[in-house]
């Protein structure tokens, strides 16, 4: 009798699990509806009515907007095609579209501001067309997508962890608002070139790596951490590291077989074990920095190159570790580092102290001596300085010497 009843239970348990998996209120032309506060949500229901293809969800049923598409909604809709997302909708949720493989075409509304975790992964979309709204898109949120062209919204702040990794997108355009990127965000995608806005100041780890067809990028004025992987196996023959930025990661640039010559700017401060391993087509390094940044042994693939560095630092290259392997050090004039020609920032000394005119109010001002001691940090544009001799000043993404 205990056997009965405990596989009677069972049953129900089992049951109402499988019940469960279907949450919704209702049912209009075979599209599922929940209640929610302001409206209603599309939600995810038994797989017993064909769409053939197309359909369209109404901005309104029984008198209730649709405001959003929830959870899993349309997952794994073989049969469907072509979607209409009507203008109320205000969030796209967690796997709404997964793996609807044939889906070839969308137009996210205007109103929509939150794109889901896979909310369209493993979609045939080769259109996709997104809001001016939008603000996040969550992790792998268009992964695998077919789309050959991809415009990111001004008002998108942050993409999600390989929201957009391999896609077939050619051509990626970041909006101006953007200001972070999560893992792998681009990985392995075909685009060929890529401009990163102002906003960012760090690329994220694996960001575009394995985007072999990548021959062109421009840093934006406030990247300064390119991180770990970022681009690891890229297709770059020049690059031009900007003076904004001050670190670059493990592996960064690794495997990027056909790079053969690297600029590196005025204020980098540290490349991660690594950064550059086989690069081994790399002919030549022009490292504008008047402090050797800190390396090490295998941040480079070989030291049988030749090395270009600022004339008055090539003796502290010569002298300091990795940088004294590189069998060929030339001494070199890249213009604008005694002085900030371009622009109202500049300094001199005056009673034992270095002056800073025309730096904005909160600019960081970092002051060096010949060794590459760090003798002040901070935003005062009047700094005291322990004794007398050559100091380097690095302010406004510039480096200047100035001398007591």
């Not at 349309?74 to 493989?101: M, Q, S, W």
């Not at 900007?242 to 980098?268: A, E, M, W, Y």
Request: glycine share 10%; net charge negative.
């Amino acid at each position: 009798m205990k056997k009965i009843v405990i596989k009677v239970l069972m049953l129900t348990v089992l049951l109402s699990v499988s019940v469960s998996s279907y949450a919704y209120d209702f049912e209009v032309d075979g599209i599922y509806y929940n209640k929610i506060d302001g409206g209603l949500e599309v939600a995810n229901g038994p797989h017993v009515l064909d769409y053939d293809g197309k359909i369209s969800i109404p901005q309104e049923v029984n008198g209730m907007s649709v405001i959003a598409i929830g959870d899993d909604a349309f997952k794994e809709r073989t049969d469907l095609v072509e979607v209409t997302i009507p203008n109320t909708v205000e969030r796209i949720g967690d796997r709404a579209f997964y793996g609807c493989e044939y889906l070839y075409s969308v137009e996210i509304p205007d109103l929509v501001k939150t794109i889901g975790d896979s909310a369209f992964r493993g979609c045939g979309i080769s259109y996709v067309s997104i809001g001016q709204s939008v603000q996040t898109i969550g992790n792998y949120a268009f992964a695998g997508c077919e789309s050959k062209s991809i415009r990111i919204p001004d008002n998108v702040t942050h993409i999600g962890d390989y929201a957009f990794s391999y896609v077939d997108a050619l051509v990626i355009k970041l909006g101006r608002g953007l200001k972070t990127m999560g893992v792998g965000a681009f990985c392995g995608s075909s685009l060929s070139s890529i401009t990163i806005p102002d906003g960012v100041k760090k690329i994220s780890v694996s960001a575009f790596e394995d985007c072999s067809g990548l021959t062109s990028i421009s840093f934006g004025n406030g990247v300064e951490d390119i991180g770990d992987d970022s681009f690891n196996a890229t297709g770059f023959i020049t690059l031009d590291i900007p003076d904004n930025v001050k670190r670059i990661g493990i592996s960064t640039f690794g495997n990027c077989h056909q790079l053969k010559s690297l600029t590196l700017g005025r204020g980098l401060e540290t490349i991660e074990d690594g950064a550059f391993e086989s690069c081994e087509d790399l002919e030549e390094i022009r490292c504008k920095s008047l402090i050797p940044p800190k390396a090490y042994l295998r941040s480079f693939e070989s030291y049988l190159i030749t090395l270009f560095v600022p004339t008055e630092a090539k003796r502290d290259y010569e002298s300091t570790a990795p940088w004294f392997n590189f069998v060929d050090i030339r001494g070199w004039d890249f213009g604008g580092v005694n002085s900030i020609e371009k622009g109202t920032v500049n300094a001199f000394v005056s009673n034992n102290t270095v002056v800073v005119n025309g730096a904005n109010v909160g600019d960081l001002l970092e002051v060096y001596d010949v060794a590459g001691r760090l003798v002040y940090s901070g935003t005062d544009t009047t700094i005291s300085v322990p004794t007398k001799g050559i100091y380097i000043v690095r302010v406004a993404g510039q480096t200047f010497k100035v001398a007591l």
